[in-house]
């Protein structure tokens, strides 16, 4: 079994489960906060491929604005795949304006390393992307883009922190750093779902994206994300043209509720 993009891809996936489009409700800011962990075990057409992990850092300071990292990390099972994988993404995300600032990805497959960092304008319709490949010299590029626009990651964060309703839908303008797309989200109904952390009553989430080549979906993508304020993604079904990957939490830890402070304090400046 080839890892390639799969384990690219876990980082953003488990994270699917800036601002949001103008339709989509304001935040309730109480869904997350820094010291938050939860982590995943990650099947690949129904074995155990490996493990992921999203966590919310300590506030730092990224490109002069405050932001929590949003870590995810991924890490294939020796036992299965043909050679190694390790990746890590971080998404810089403003809790005060409800932005995310950028993100930088680092890979290593097949112990060739790759890196990527996307520097969003302070509006979100700009990017600044800086790729590089092992011992290359970095390629740069400018992108005109959606206000608004924010990663994979950093759309399911501003989910999160939505009021869920059934019936409703919920939309997000996305950059992977080559691609732009609108990430849409319709909560379809309630369900009690079993996984290694237990029974959770969730939302059932129908979520529509747009990659291409092996991450072209066959069908839209389904979260199960908790009831309760957390909103946590507890189980994320896809299936690409590389084959079908499920993501189950297996344990869940959460962070400080300061959101709504953080917005407070931004609000003066």
Do not use: C
């Amino acid at each position: 079994m080839r890892g390639l993009s799969r384990w690219r891809f876990t980082a953003a996936v488990v994270g699917l489960m800036g601002s949001t489009l103008a339709h989509a409700q304001e935040p309730t800011g109480s869904a997350f906060g820094p010291g938050e962990q939860a982590q995943y075990r990650v099947k690949y057409l129904g074995l155990t491929a490996g493990t992921a992990t999203v966590t919310v850092g300590a506030p730092m300071t990224q490109w002069g604005q405050s932001v929590w990292p949003i870590v995810s990390t991924a890490k294939s099972d020796d036992l299965v795949g043909v050679y190694p994988i390790k990746s890590r993404f971080v998404t810089y995300w403003n809790a005060g304006s409800q932005r995310v600032t950028g993100s930088d990805l680092h890979s290593e497959e097949n112990r060739k390393r790759r890196r990527q960092r996307i520097q969003l304008t302070a509006d979100g319709a700009g990017a600044k992307v800086i790729k590089q490949k092992e011992s290359d010299p970095p390629r740069e590029s400018e992108h005109t883009l959606p206000e608004g626009t924010m990663d994979v990651a950093g759309a399911t964060f501003a989910l999160r922190g939505q009021e869920l309703v059934v019936g409703r839908s919920y939309a997000y303008p996305v950059f992977t750093g080559s691609k732009q797309f609108t990430l849409s989200a319709t909560v379809e109904g309630r369900e009690t779902v079993s996984t290694p952390a237990g029974a959770k009553d969730t939302f059932r989430v129908r979520v529509r994206t747009d990659f291409g080549g092996k991450l072209e979906s066959k069908r839209d993508m389904v979260a199960y994300l908790t009831t309760d304020s957390h909103h946590v993604p507890v189980r994320i079904e896809a299936d690409f043209a590389l084959g079908t990957v499920v993501a189950e939490l297996t344990d869940y830890k959460p962070g400080r509720v300061v959101a709504a402070v953080a917005r407070a304090d931004n609000s003066g400046d």
